[in-house]
T-cell receptor, first 110, second 117 residues
Framework: NAGVTQTPKFRVLKTGQSMTLLCAQD?????MYWYRQDPGMGLRLIHY???????AKGEVPDGYNVSRLKKQNFLLGLESAAPSQTSVYFC?????????FGQGTRLTVV | DQQVKQNSPSLSVQEGRISILNCDYT??????FLWYKKYPAEGPTFLIS?????DKNEDGRFTVFLNKSAKHLSLHIVPSQPGDSAVYFC????????????????FGKGTLLTVNP
């Protein structure tokens, strides 16, 4: 029972580099979300998707792009990484009520 | 504008005693509330929830109370165990846009619970 799987678990980027974080869920959920967690800030919503082919901005979308080409996958892209994007990123998917989270990706931008 | 507030960054209790974690909210459109538990280096895991039409929900050692008039909810853990030591997030569900049908979860900043043996 995989649930929500995030790839990679850790990454170090240099400023200006790009990367894509992958989120995969096997629960056939329509909703998927990307959050970032920073010390003292809780979980803040970056982007979300309400179904295959749809994406929308959350609270802190700047510097990120997303795509949902397949229902089970939700990709988060950083085109030009900045030190302010150093964070732990969590993907979540949701059915009717509660959301299920992946184990997180710890990203450091130097 | 923080719509979900957990004003206590940390809480320390003795094993066997009650842990009470508090959460306040400002948005009256929230219709469903959830508590998540998070261990270090893991994703948050769902713990317990409550609909806005109820004032109490119980699941084993965990009980969530909702006071709508005060816009306050609390999570009670009885008895507390060392394995309960984690960060607890309060979350609230609301429509993303008024009149729409898509929902989002808004999280508080979390409370670090430490249960001492």
């Amino acid at each position: 029972n995989a649930g929500v799987t995030q790839t990679p678990k850790f990454r170090v980027l240099k400023t200006g580099q790009s990367m894509t974080l992958l989120c995969a869920q096997d629960m056939n959920h329509e909703y998927m979300y990307w959050y970032r967690q920073d010390p003292g800030m809780g979980l803040r919503l970056i982007h979300y998707s309400v179904g295959e082919g749809t994406t929308a901005k959350g609270e802190v979308p700047d510097g990120y792009n997303v795509s949902r080409l397949k229902k089970q996958n939700f990709l988060l892209g950083l085109e030009s990484a900045a030190p302010s994007q150093t964070s732990v990123y969590f993907c979540a998917s949701r059915g009717r009520a509660e959301a299920f989270f992946g184990q997180g990706t710890r990203l450091t931008v130097v | 504008d923080q719509q979900v507030k957990q004003n206590s960054p940390s809480l320390s209790v003795q094993e066997g005693r009650i842990s009470i974690l508090n959460c306040d909210y400002t948005n009256s459109m929230f219709d469903y509330f959830l508590w998540y538990k998070k261990y270090p280096a893991e994703g948050p895991t769902f713990l317990i929830s409550i609909s806005s039409i109820k004032d109490k929900n119980e699941d084993g050692r965990f009980t969530v109370f909702l006071n709508k008039s005060a816009k306050h909810l609390s999570l009670h853990i009885v008895p507390s165990q060392p394995g309960d030591s984690a960060v607890y997030f309060c979350a609230a569900k609301s429509l993303i846009y008024s009149g729409g049908s898509n929902y989002k979860l808004t999280f508080g900043k979390g409370t670090l619970l430490t249960v001492n043996p």
